[in-house]
């Protein structure tokens, strides 16, 4: 009688958020500091003081009706400003303000995109192990998700992704650094893919898109990833502030047109309809204006840096296998038994909340989220490492 | 190539989003003073003081990592909690804290409801004149438009209804206050429709839900509207502080499923899948709790009076026709020409924007948006005037 796919959507939730769910109803029940909590990416770092300045500044100067009034729908004209400036003079991108697309956070930089694209048939392809909303959001905007396995270091498969590539292909989908797997594509991979893109575009006789899902761009323990944009024209960048400024919670993010995109001016037109038809009316007023004054700035990464270097240590001496993360704040080993879901359910016992990596696309691997305190992960060293034990690591 | 649906939503724009946007281009040619732009329905009245005292409370006493981070889908459990409580206390409707979903607004609160609820084919009944967007949130939910027109004076049509109503209707819809036409439903009609409701959903053997889109409940200028709740069980209250705390930019509402609708617990999860399928991870965390804070607070709502008082006076004393509105902001006027568009196009020429009803589902009116400060109202009725002369009122 309602719609089913919805309601069996919100009876399912995703097993990252259940696990969460879970870890606040068993923080109630034995005490915060008794649950290791690695379930979801929520920043324990906080956000930068320039975010609490700002909102001060903003509360003091600007008028409340002002300040917390309608935007237009594409956002601020200040704000799309600012963000179009700041991707011109840091990464070289040609960018303007007619192009910035300002949006309430990754996951409607996702959906708004996917929706202005796709037309239902098409396909979109995603690297294996992936976010696992991301088949969703595909699927809710009429397109149809091809896995393309991630190497063995989980970086570009191209060969295959040539394969995979096709006449109803519209868009490829990358996260780098990537959720669940730390991985950071090289400039040489990316300028690969763009050619390859390029290629494929031709033989197609359309564009085929490159969607960046950049969230974790300021989180990277290397070099800086390259601009996408740089490497392929027909590229929307969804960007979010969530964990570059630690305000996940507010939902501030936006979409980046390259401006060298075909029919640039007609992708925006569909950027700006899609979020209408979802009912974004505009991005939150309060921290559209707070961004916009942080860009460039972040969180404190060393923090996640020392992190990774502290688990992926420990856990490595105790037997457990991982390639260590070049960006993001996941670690992914190797689940000791072939089955990851099992294997999580053990580590329950231990209160450790991990992920299997199953809803990733991937089995045989878990997902641990470093981006909690560090107390948390020093508290939780002698249950991963009697974990270890039991699995004779 | 792209979706080209979404493209022409993204280049039409909703003429009242038009209008906007050509009133701030003007102001900046002629001066903000010289433009009297009645367009948007952006709140004038400042956002009451405890927005302010509690945004700045909340800076002060929760951790930023906390504050700014995610809550649980549906909402922090807390302001859940607040929210029924106060709609309990308010209107003795029951109402439980698992029957609220925080969302980003009132046109995420429509998306979201009408996600859940849709399944391709089904009707949506609207009560025309509507808000224009009603039909975009329908159609890309997969549903159906049924239009009803209100009877003369912009109240329910009950036989119409009752006729319209049948075995494919999934929803009815209302407003109430009124956008565009500041009538609010009075407890005997909507209980008449209540009445109405239960009779067509034992005829179908399914719930036809009401939908009640109420972002106007406070700005209300006689007794207070009767709770939807409390005259049919199948009811689904979607509110939005836009307008009642002034916060129309910072995107928070909720969707309030009645506990005594049938199957309320898989009407929920459908809202929570909905949510999530259309990319709203959460309700924006610090608007959330500043929300549950101010509950039952409004902006200084006599502003809005006085504004409604002052306009329809004068706009009657020359000449021109309309019913005074019982609440919301807005001014409905019947053009003195039966095309509305060209009666607005030679407003435009007196810098007066308004909005014709066309977009609304109805020929030959107005819509005049009194959410402005006073003064623009005093300047602008000398242009007023012109125009009745003009038209020989």
Redesign the interface.
Known sequence: ???????????E??VI?EL??YG?RRKAEIGADNVFDFS?G??????PAC??EE??RL?REV???V???????AGDPAVREAVAAYISASFGATMSASCVYMT??A??S???SL?????PGDEVVVISPYFP?YR??VE?AGGKVVEVPADENFHLDLPALGKAIGKRTKAVLVNSPNNPTGAVYGEGEMRVLGDLLRKKSAEKG??VYLLADEPYRELCYGTSPVYPMNVYENTLVLYSFSKSL??????IGYIAVSPRCA?AD??????????????????????QRVVASCLGKSCDVEIYRKNRDLLSSALTSYGFSCIPPEGAFYLFIKSPEQDAVAFCERAKKHELLLVPSDSFGKTGYVRISYCVARSVIERSLPAFETLAKEYGL
Chains 1, 2 share one sequence.
């Open positions: 009688m309602i719609n089913e796919t919805m309601k069996k959507l919100g009876e939730r995703s958020r969460f769910e606040n979801l929520n920043p324990s770092v906080p956000a975010v609490r909102i001060a509360l008028p409340a009706e300040l917390h009034g309608y935007t237009s729908a309430c956070g996951a409607a996702l959906t708004v929706s202005a694209l796709c037309v909303e969703i959001f809710s359309a564009p630690s305000l996940a919670g507010e939902r029919d007609g992708v925006f037109a569909a950027v700006c309809g899609a979020g209408r038809s979802l009912g974004y009316v505009c991005a939150p007023a309060l921290f």
